[in-house]
């Protein structure tokens, strides 16, 4: 469900993404999202939570979380990584998505604006940027680290092979 795109350039955010946008404008295949809706009256966090994970299959940790706070959050055939962003804008809570277990969790604690970009079944998320000045060459350089999230329904395989093992005859 995750996977660390590493450092890229600024200019490269467009190359990502446009593919995304290139598939649906052809009408291909892409992973479909869950499609999330709400229209209890005022619930719990942990109810929500609970609700989100039945819909979509996916568990979410509240073990960080206030799961008592009550809130009013009507969403209508929302993609599920934009009903678990706005529940956590909702509840005031951040939402970290951990690349060893695979899983969403909803923690209390400052929440910080984190550009993201959700398309389908993808999330995308501006993990840190580190900038760079070269005061000998002049240079500047800014890099980009950005997580890849996908719902667990959508299987993603992911090889790599080492150079040396390739033989063109």
């Known amino acids: 469900m995750w996977r660390s795109l590493g450092r890229v350039g600024l200019l490269t955010l467009a190359v990502v993404f446009t593919p995304f946008q290139t598939v ?10 869950t499609l999330i809706t709400w229209d209890q009256q005022e619930s719990s966090l942990a109810e929500f939570a609970d609700d989100l994970s ?7 940790d509240l073990s960080r979380a206030d799961p008592g706070i009550r ?11 934009e009903a678990l962003e706005r529940l956590a804008e909702a509840s005031d809570h951040r939402l970290i998505v951990t690349a ?8 209390r604690g400052p929440r910080h604006r984190v ?16 900038g760079k000045l070269d005061l000998v060459a002049g240079t500047a350089q800014t890099d980009v680290v950005i997580d890849l999230a ?4 959508f299987k ?11 033989l063109v005859e």
Request: with cysteine; aromatic share 16%.
């Open 24 to 33: 649906l404008a052809q009408g291909s295949r892409c992973p479909t999202p």
């Open 54 to 60: 039945r819909q979509a299959n996916v568990a979410i």
């Open 71 to 81: 809130l009013r959050l009507p969403l209508t055939r929302v993609a599920f990584w």
């Open 100 to 107: 060893q277990g695979g899983r969403a969790v909803l923690a």
């Open 115 to 130: 550009p993201t970009y959700v398309n389908g079944a993808f999330r995308f998320a501006v993990r840190e940027t580190r």
């Open 150 to 153: 996908w719902e667990p329904s």
């Open 156 to 166: 993603a395989y992911f090889w790599q092979w080492d150079r040396g093992s390739w």
